[in-house]
């Protein structure tokens, strides 16, 4: 069996990766706030899990793999956008968890085989809350329920490498005057009327954000498991707090074994942001025409360790190159699996830019069953992602190519290349690359190509 060798964030080093049970590899990964489309960024992720879980189910077989994603749908960003749109907030969770499924499938992304909402699971988030305070790790005061950090001062920080003494010296916020140590922070708080709020022992209020990872992920993966993933910029305070929950509340149980974090999306070389002006949705980007497939090909392109840039020229190469391949794939039979040099890069702690270098390696070889089957491992050229090809893959360009041909022979005998140089300009413009040789003319959609523009080549 394959090895696997996934960096582990809790060590700091690349590790094999041993799955508690191997019938059963579990696998958590936060999931997105409920309240607005998904932007470019927030894709990283699911893209980036999504490859994790693909190869876990190539090497473990897909019934021996569980992956859980959960939505977070009770969050004071989401009782904002109700109040200032006047919509009530389930509808907005549901519109909002539907948009996310829907651009995330756009990207290829399999859906985990769990996808819990938090607002399913306050009993379970009240029950861990209640173990915490009879085990001395949280107390209540002023309707807030908040964790005591220095109750396992000596392990908290672990995961992001700092201490709580650091942490404390580095705070400038105002620290709130319920809290015991300025570092606690809150499982459970009040609700006004107006708000969502579940009655509690606590009285009614609602839970705050990462207690519902741990209910969760106890509920549905058990006390230890294999896998927790998300940004880099869920380590702290998040993640640090989702362990910190978990390890207090069931004390027997390791948590996650592995931590995995990916680094951030940038675009055009800077930070995605409102203010900038280069913040878009993945849904903007598909609606410009940006196809799901070429967006996930960028994203494989660049190790998940490693800063990803967003920029338009590599969304031109990838749809140059997958409309190569898609063109000589066509009507192939994939292989039983995908190349064990494939397998064996995604195995080096999801080294998918080598996969990548291997499916051009295939191509330039002519093995269009071995890039087949390994994209398609990949969740590219697979058939739900190539409608963008084959909108245009019935316009026969067999026909333009004898006319340009006929029309350089012509040209050769008259010496007037005036006919040529306009056709070329019309099929270029039309997003066509021409190749001409003394043997004849080949026309090859490129980036941008849009068989519509060819009716203009009269
Ligand atoms: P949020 O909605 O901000 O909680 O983010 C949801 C997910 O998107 C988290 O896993 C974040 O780590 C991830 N994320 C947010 N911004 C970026 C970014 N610029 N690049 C990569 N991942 C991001
Ligand atoms: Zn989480």
């Given amino acids: 069996m394959t090895t696997i060798k996934l960096h582990n964030t809790r060590t700091r080093t690349k590790e094999d990766f041993v799955p508690i049970d191997d019938a059963n590899v579990r696998m958590y990964v936060c999931g997105p706030t409920v309240y607005d489309r998904a932007h470019l960024g927030n894709a990283r992720p699911v893209v980036v899990f999504d490859v994790l879980y693909r190869l876990l189910r190539e090497v473990y077989g897909s019934d021996h793999v569980t992956y859980v994603r959960n939505f977070t749908d009770v969050d004071d960003k989401i009782n904002a956008r109700a109040a200032e749109s006047g919509r009530p907030i389930g509808e907005i969770t549901a519109e909002t968890t539907q948009w996310f499924l829907d651009d995330m499938g756009a990207l290829g992304a399999l859906e985990p085989d769990h996808m819990p909402r938090a607002t399913q699971y306050i009993g379970q988030m009240i029950a861990m809350i209640e173990t915490l305070i009879e085990k001395g790790h949280a107390y209540a005061a002023e309707g807030?329920?908040?964790?005591?950090?220095?109750?396992?001062?000596?392990?908290?920080?672990?995961?992001?490498?700092?201490?709580?003494?650091?942490?404390?010296?580095?705070?400038?916020?105002?620290?709130?005057?319920?809290?015991?140590?300025?570092?606690?922070?809150?499982?459970?708080?009040?609700?006004?009327?107006?708000?969502?709020?579940?009655?509690?022992?606590?009285?009614?209020?609602?839970?705050?954000?990462?207690?519902?990872?741990?209910?969760?992920?106890?509920?549905?993966?058990?006390?230890?498991?294999?896998?927790?993933?998300?940004?880099?910029?869920?380590?702290?305070?998040?993640?640090?707090?989702?362990?910190?929950?978990?390890?207090?509340?069931?004390?027997?149980?390791?948590?996650?074994?592995?931590?995995?974090?990916?680094?951030?999306?940038?675009?055009?070389?800077?930070?995605?942001?409102?203010?900038?002006?280069?913040?878009?949705?993945?849904?903007?980007?598909?609606?410009?025409?940006?196809?799901?497939?070429?967006?996930?090909?960028?994203?494989?392109?660049?190790?998940?360790?490693?800063?990803?840039?967003?920029?338009?020229?590599?969304?031109?190469?990838?749809?140059?190159?997958?409309?190569?391949?898609?063109?000589?794939?066509?009507?192939?039979?994939?292989?039983?699996?995908?190349?064990?040099?494939?397998?064996a890069a995604l195995a080096d702690d999801l080294n998918t830019a080598g996969a990548i270098a291997e499916l051009h390696r295939f191509a330039a070889e002519g093995d269009a069953a071995g890039l087949l089957t390994s994209a398609q491992m990949l969740g590219l050229l697979t058939e739900e992602m190539g409608a963008w090809v084959s909108d245009q893959g019935d316009v026969d360009l067999s026909e333009h190519e004898t006319r340009l041909f006929e029309a350089r022979k012509t040209a050769m005998e008259t010496k007037d290349f005036s006919e040529v140089d306009r056709l070329k300009a019309g099929y270029v413009a039309a997003g066509l690359e021409v190749r001409m040789s003394k043997a004849g003319v080949e026309l090859v959609p490129g980036a941008g190509f849009d068989a519509a523009k060819l009716e203009a080549v009269e």
């Fill in 144 to 343: 807030h329920v908040l964790f005591a950090v220095d109750s396992w001062k000596e392990k908290y920080g672990k995961l992001s490498g700092r201490s709580v003494d650091d942490m404390i010296a580095g705070a400038r916020v105002e620290v709130a005057p319920y809290k015991r140590n300025p570092m606690d922070f809150v499982l459970w708080k009040p609700s006004s009327e107006d708000l969502p709020g579940w009655e509690s022992p606590w009285g009614r209020g609602r839970p705050g954000w990462h207690i519902e990872c741990s209910a969760m992920a106890h509920e549905l993966l058990g006390e230890s498991f294999d896998i927790h993933g998300g940004g880099n910029d869920l380590m702290f305070p998040h993640h640090e707090n989702e362990i910190a929950q978990s390890c207090c509340a069931h004390p027997t149980g390791d948590f996650a074994r592995f931590w995995l974090h990916n680094e951030m999306l940038q675009v055009e070389g800077k930070k995605m942001s409102k203010s900038l002006g280069n913040f878009f949705t993945v849904h903007d980007l598909l609606d410009q025409g940006v196809p799901g497939e070429v967006i996930r090909f960028v994203f494989l392109s660049t190790h998940y360790r490693k800063p990803m840039d967003w920029t338009e020229k590599k969304a031109r190469e990838a749809e140059t190159t997958l409309r190569k391949w898609r063109a000589l794939t066509a009507g192939i039979e994939p292989a039983a699996r995908a190349a064990p040099s494939v397998i």
